[in-house]
């Protein structure tokens, strides 16, 4: 058996696979896309809005797959049409997707990640685009950011040939992660900074959002933004959920 055979066959702990939607936050907004959601995190945010992804209560709802079987349902999804596939979680770094990102390659797929800058892996450096969110204060993560950590999740990204785009997106609450926002800003002057208005109403608090709520605190970060004259900054909502709310899988 060759070694790329046996490294595809390594499985990887799957939430859930959905698509095609479009992408609802950050950097790549609007854009169409395939989901893969890994299960298991390494951080517990008690406002993360997919702890079905997360709590190991939910292990049992998760299904080891290969990486072959995951591009199979992702070829599945897209009939056969390479697109955008968006790795999330979970933390999905905490998992083994170098062969998965390999044979999406091979077929003209490309791929971005969603993850908390906790866990680095040499693999980074194959992305098309790589998603930074550290937690501010407001996610309610007990553990504080790991600078080291998040340093060696840039370094390993950028140690290949073709570097993926990289981009921070931090989530906002108040004034508090508001600061954290602007220190994160300060110590990586070169990325891309996201700004995304905080869910606090996700699921597993109420089926349905306060989209009024959400606007308003939309409305505050514009303000906020402005007011400081830092132009540099992008501020967004998350697309998805405006548009349905706390709804699986779209
Ligand atoms: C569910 S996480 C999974 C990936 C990875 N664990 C991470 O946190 O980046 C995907 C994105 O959703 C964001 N997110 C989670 N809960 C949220 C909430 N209540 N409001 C707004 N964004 C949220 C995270 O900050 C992250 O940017
Ligand atoms: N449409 C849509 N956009 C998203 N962007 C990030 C998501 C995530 O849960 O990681 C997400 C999601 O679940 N749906
Ligand atoms: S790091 Fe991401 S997936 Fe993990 S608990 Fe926090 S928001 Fe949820
Ligand atoms: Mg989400």
């Known amino acids: 058996m060759s070694v790329a055979v046996k490294r595809a066959e390594k499985t990887i702990a799957v939430s859930e696979?959905?698509?095609?939607?479009?992408q609802g936050e950050g950097a790549l907004i609007g854009k169409p896309t395939v989901f893969v959601r890994t299960g298991g995190c390494d951080y517990?945010?008690?406002r993360c809005d997919t702890l079905y992804a997360v709590l190991p209560e939910y292990k049992g709802d998760w299904k080891p797959m290969s990486a072959t079987e995951i591009f199979a349902e992702i070829q599945r999804l897209s009939k056969q049409t390479p697109i955008l596939v968006t790795?999330?979680?979970g933390n999905?770094?905490?998992q083994p997707l170098e062969a998965l990102i390999d044979l999406g390659h091979e077929a003209g797929y490309t791929f971005t990640i969603e993850t908390q800058g906790s866990i680095a892996q040499p693999w980074f450096a194959k992305l098309d685009y790589l998603t930074l969110s550290p937690k501010a204060?407001?996610?309610?993560?007990?553990?504080p950011t790991n600078w080291e950590r998040l340093d060696r999740c840039l370094q390993y990204a950028r140690q290949g040939e073709k570097q993926p785009a990289i981009c921070l997106k931090i989530v906002i609450?108040?004034?508090?992660?508001?600061?954290y926002a602007k220190e994160l800003a300060?110590?990586?002057?070169?990325v891309p900074l996201y700004l995304q208005v905080g869910n606090?109403?996700?699921p597993h608090v109420s089926n349905t959002i306060d989209t009024a709520g959400l606007l308003e605190r939309l409305d505050w970060l514009i303000q906020r933004v402005t007011e400081d004259r830092w132009y540099t900054v992008t501020v967004l909502p998350q697309l998805h959920v405006l548009l349905w709310g706390n709804k699986r899988g779209v």
Do not use: K
Request: with cysteine.
């Open 17 to 22: 696979i959905f698509g095609p939607t479009i």
């Open 44 to 46: 517990r945010c008690q």
């Open 87 to 89: 790795l999330s979680g």
């Open 92 to 94: 999905p770094a905490m």
């Open 137 to 143: 204060p407001g996610m309610g993560n007990p553990w």
């Open 173 to 179: 609450f108040d004034e508090v992660d508001y600061a």
């Open 186 to 190: 300060a110590r990586y002057p070169e």
């Open 200 to 202: 606090h109403t996700p």
